[in-house]
């Protein structure tokens, strides 16, 4: 069963904007602290950002810090990921997650992961 979709990679060059969404029918959404996580080919999923219920914290990465920023609509059961001056290490699968219990940083904490979104980075 697929809880999230995400939306919104694409192939784009060093420097340049991509706008990611993730979005749900599942009413916990509103409820939940979500965050994005990314995978590129042969690492780990690591972390990107992630936001409280209200949308009012958010916390990131220091990779992305100054470049990306997370949101989310609570009415729309929609969280996004803001990416601004993308650089080829950025390239890899953006997941986005609900977070359960544990670290926000570690991807063992979320569940109801989407297929995932591909942001392809060229240098």
């Known amino acids: 069963q697929v809880y999230f979709v995400e939306s919104g990679g694409g192939l784009v060059q060093a420097g340049d904007s991509l706008r990611l969404s993730c979005t749900t029918s599942?009413?916990?959404?509103?409820?939940?602290?979500m965050a994005w996580f990314r995978q590129a080919p042969g690492k780990d999923r690591e972390f990107v950002m992630g936001i409280s219920v209200s949308g009012g914290d958010t916390y990131s990465a220091d990779s992305v810090k100054d470049r990306f920023t997370i949101s989310r609509d609570n009415d729309k059961n929609t969280a996004y990921l803001q990416m601004t001056s993308l650089k080829h290490e950025d390239t890899g699968v953006y997941y986005c997650?609900?977070?359960?219990?544990?670290?926000?940083?570690?991807?063992?904490?979320?569940?109801?992961w989407g297929p995932g979104t591909l942001v392809t980075v060229s240098s």
């Open positions: 997650g609900r977070f359960m219990y544990g670290s926000y940083y570690e991807a063992s904490s979320y569940v109801e």
């Open positions: 599942v009413r916990t959404f509103r409820h939940s602290i």
